[in-house]
């Protein structure tokens, strides 16, 4: 049981809020990379491979929809409920920049943030978003606001559909992974 609870604990991940970089001293900062560019979090980074990504978690809320087969399609992505609370904010998962901000069909207001990890270029997508609060071509901090959860689009309630590619977005969503590979939920 010992042995259990021990590599249990080896896998916790604590990530803190972004710190304004005016707050921060440069040589005072223990930032953890797993690439030679630093990421925008304070983490101490366990070893299991998927919670090393640097993504965090987009929106409070309880998960109301996985990844994967529902109702005989393909769910591309996580869904996080509002929960009957307000103006819940959406933010970054990962710094990166915002490809695209603006109302997509099925979707309804969406936002599309692409990301250099290890050297390799990812995508996030967050959908259904009452309001979006930043523009395409803009560089987002980690855990900067994007939007506010919302109802728009084919969506049966307000909530967050947060789905995350390994590459550039497709229309097929070929390219769309499990975000749990990468985010702890």
Known sequence: MEADTEAAEEKMVIVLPPVPAEHVK???AAVFSISD???QTFAAFPAAEETVSGFVRPATGRITSEYGPRNGRMHHGIDIGRGGRMNVPVTAAAAGTVVEAKYRNGYGNTVMVSHTMNGREMMTLYAHLASISVAAGRTV???E????MGNTGAS???HLHFEVHEGVWDTRKSRSVNPRR????
Not at 145 to 148: I, R
Not at 182 to 185: G, K, N
């Open 26 to 28: 440069k040589e005072a």
């Open 156 to 158: 049966r309630g307000p």
């Open 37 to 39: 560019e630093p990421v």
């Open 145 to 148: 606001t994007l939007g506010l």
């Open 141 to 143: 901090a980690q855990g």
């Open 182 to 185: 990468y985010v702890d939920f």
